[in-house]
């Protein structure tokens, strides 16, 4: 159903495109624009910029672009009505019934009204069952108060088998829908399906916006092999564990507030230090950070401190994906907390203050791997200490920038006592390279006739309104290769003719609901034209190269009759042809330039 526009830009207007794309990237101001690393593909040096004044939003090195509504699309992995809905809601804007199709228009919503149901249950379930009070007395005894516990929307998953399938079909959720979220598993024998999470207290995950894409489930009687300690939803389409950091949703102001975050192990550690006053942490969940979780964090801060039990085995998984945390451009600090006590054991144990003196003796990785590899009692031999500092090699040879890399080198060298140049030609076996960007988000680079079509039209919006006439006597939608760039020429020639106001805004208004031209449109609008002469003579220079290609296809019909005609005759009449188009083609680039002026 097609929402009017009307009520589209009145949510528009309603909302901050800079606090929107602010949820999930990091940005800074620029001029009047905001800029910050793009979201949508890999990179170092930041090429986004969110321009508020246009209300739209563009990528300069994979070509992204649009405006609010196709940037949450993007972002949350829904169609275009979901993306109005879920605007209007913050914006606090009703929309009727009659506006807004209730039928889901795909896989992604469904999961997440599937998942926001369930978290009701659980819920539910911990305030209102007599197994939920005796939940809620555990976490209560494991010192966490109430405010906390609503917080993070604790709650639990009752000791039956299909307590939440049954539930869920009676609110209208088929079995099928409730399987594709990870909330029930297949029957090994039979038919049917039964409860992935019982007897459980549960922990919903959150996406950095809020809404939830899953859940992890902690055991409340006797762990097994057969049942776990802790269990969380599998893989789903709107949940990858990989790409996921518990906690960012509750964090992400506090991490831009303090410039750093607070790498951690579960989801306890999290909950204590929000509880403790520090606002600024997340969970990796006990893995190996990965090249995706880095890239999360980097749209919020450069400062990253591990803090974990020296001994734990997710201290060890994060020291793995140590190297990943470094190629993404953050810096990096080491908290390994004493007697073996996790971060929600140690501010349970010993408080904030106590805390607050570990972390500012923390050290860099560089100290913490020296630290810890080369004192260790079984490196006797000097080869082993010697793969040990190829180790650490291999990681500052991720460092990015060059100055950084060689300061870091210096100072190994000056710790170990070793010569610095051995170390530099040690490291050049290791030598830094880029992780190349995919080829599905590389840009593609355009030749000639495509940057001249975009010209084009970025003159026709933004150059000297003087010389449309020209421009459109001049030129046809057949000069026009893209089909994006062809529908955009046809539009701006009805409004050109029927004496219709074209400016950016309104364009963009037009177009908001297709993210594919809205897209392109934001690429044209991001090429500003100059003012003066060299606009004018880019302007023309633009109109010029699609008059040639529009005689092209001429130009090679005949280079391919001189190539095979062998008569004379036919070779005499084909070169002939050839001058006279190449004649027609000068003087009409010629009566264009004049008239131009």
Not at 94 to 115: H, I, Q
Not at 547 to 574: H, N
Request: net charge neutral.
């Amino acid at each position: 159903m097609r929402i009017p526009e009307e009520k589209l830009n009145q949510i528009r207007d309603a909302v901050d495109l800079v606090d929107i794309v602010s949820a999930y990237v990091s940005l800074k101001k620029r001029g009047k624009s905001y800029v910050g690393l793009c979201p949508f593909h890999s990179e170092k040096t930041p090429s986004f910029y969110v321009d508020p004044s246009r209300g739209f939003y563009h990528c300069f090195g994979c070509g992204a672009g649009g405006n609010v509504f196709t940037f949450v699309m993007q972002m949350e992995k829904i169609g275009f009505v979901e993306a109005v809905k879920f605007l209007a809601e913050k914006a606090g804007i009703p929309l009727p019934v009659s506006e807004y199709d209730g039928k889901e228009k795909n896989e992604f919503e469904l999961l997440y009204r599937v998942n926001q149901w369930a978290l009701e249950f659980f819920r539910n379930a911990l305030l209102n069952t007599p197994d939920g009070k005796k939940a809620e007395a555990y976490i209560r005894n494991r010192g966490f108060d109430s405010f906390i516990i609503e917080k993070f929307q604790i709650g639990y998953a009752p000791n039956q088998w299909d307590g939440l399938l049954t539930q869920g079909e009676k609110r209208g959720f088929p079995a099928e829908a409730l399987y594709r979220a990870g909330l029930v598993v297949p029957r090994k024998e039979g038919a049917g399906y039964y409860d992935r999470f019982r007897n459980r207290l549960i922990f919903p995950l959150l996406n950095p916006t809020g809404r939830v894409v899953g859940f992890a489930g902690r055991l409340l009687g006797e762990a097994s092999s057969s049942m776990p300690k802790y269990i969380n939803t599998p893989e789903t389409p709107i949940y990858q564990k990989s790409q996921f950091l518990y906690g960012l949703h509750y964090s992400k102001e506090g991490i831009r507030r303090k410039n750093q975050v607070l790498l951690v192990e579960g989801y306890t550690d999290v909950m204590r230090c929000f509880q403790t006053g520090y606002d600024n942490v997340v969970a990796s969940g006990g893995t190996a950070l990965t090249e995706a979780q880095a890239k999360l964090l980097s749209r919020y801060t450069q400062r990253v401190a591990l803090v974990f039990d020296g001994d734990s085995a997710g201290f060890r998984a994060a020291l793995r994906g140590i190297d990943v945390v470094i190629s993404a451009g953050l810096r990096v600090t080491v908290t390994a907390l004493p007697e073996g006590l996790d971060p929600d054991g140690f501010l349970l144990k010993y408080g904030k203050e106590a805390m607050e003196n570990v972390l500012a003796n923390s050290c860099s990785f560089i100290d913490f791997h020296i630290n810890q590899k080369l004192q260790a009692p079984h490196l006797a031999s000097p080869q082993e200490k010697a793969e040990v500092i190829r180790e650490l090699l291999l990681i500052i040879s991720k460092i990015q920038d060059p100055l950084e890399r060689q300061l870091v080198v210096k100072e190994v060298a000056e710790k170990l006592d070793i010569e610095e140049q051995l170390l530099f030609r040690e490291l050049r076996a290791h030598s830094y390279a880029p992780t190349p960007v995919s080829t599905q988000e590389s840009k593609i680079f355009p030749g000639k006739k495509e940057k001249a079509e975009r010209g084009v039209l970025g003159f026709l919006l933004l150059g000297e309104k003087t010389k449309l006439p020209l421009i459109f006597r001049s030129i046809d939608s057949t000069c026009f290769g893209l089909p994006l760039a062809r529908q955009l020429f046809e539009e701006l020639y009805r409004r050109f003719t029927e004496d219709e106001s074209v400016t950016p805004e309104n364009l963009l208004s037009f177009y908001q609901s297709d993210p594919d031209m809205l897209a392109f449109l934001t690429q044209i609008f991001s090429e500003p034209i100059q003012e003066g002469k060299e606009g004018s003579q880019f302007g023309l220079d633009c109109v010029l190269t699609l008059v040639e290609g529009k005689y092209q296809p001429r130009i090679e019909a005949i280079r391919r009759k001189l190539k095979i005609t062998k008569d004379p005759l036919d070779l005499e009449k084909a070169q002939k042809e050839w001058m006279e188009c190449q004649k027609e083609l000068k003087s009409v680039k010629l009566a264009i330039t004049e008239e131009w002026g």
